[in-house]
């Protein structure tokens, strides 16, 4: 079963930055469409950005400008670079598949303090 293990959070002060890592345990991402996704406390999960097998991507307009998606194909792994950070920002931060999506990983919590 693939795995995918988030990491890279941490509790950091507004206006900081944070760049998380998503690593799955199997190539097969490498030709799919990849997205990290966030889950604030009593919210649903939100799709935050995406990134193509190619590397076009795209954003929620509440992260534009502040955050960058990217992948490393080799290493089967996806990055958020997250910068200017908020306190709106707080939440578990998940990557996955799009479609058809895989088994959630446990997330890393980002904590923004104001």
């Known amino acids: 079963q693939v795995q995918l293990v988030e990491s890279g959070g941490g509790l950091v002060q507004a206006g900081g930055s944070l760049r998380l890592s998503c690593t799955a345990s199997?190539?097969?991402?490498?030709?799919?469409?990849m997205g990290w996704y966030r889950q604030a406390p009593e919210k649903q999960r939100e799709l935050v950005a995406t990134?193509?097998?190619?590397?076009?991507?795209n954003y929620a307009d509440s992260v534009k400008g502040r955050f960058t998606i990217s992948r490393d194909n080799a290493k089967n792994t996806v990055y958020l670079q997250m910068d200017s950070l908020k306190p709106e920002d707080t939440a578990v931060y998940y990557c996955?598949?799009?479609?058809?999506?895989?088994?959630w990983g446990q997330g890393t919590q980002v904590t923004v303090s104001s």
């Open positions: 990134i193509t097998s190619g590397g076009s991507t």
């Open positions: 199997t190539s097969t991402i490498s030709i799919s469409v």
């Open positions: 996955n598949r799009r479609f058809p999506t895989l088994p």
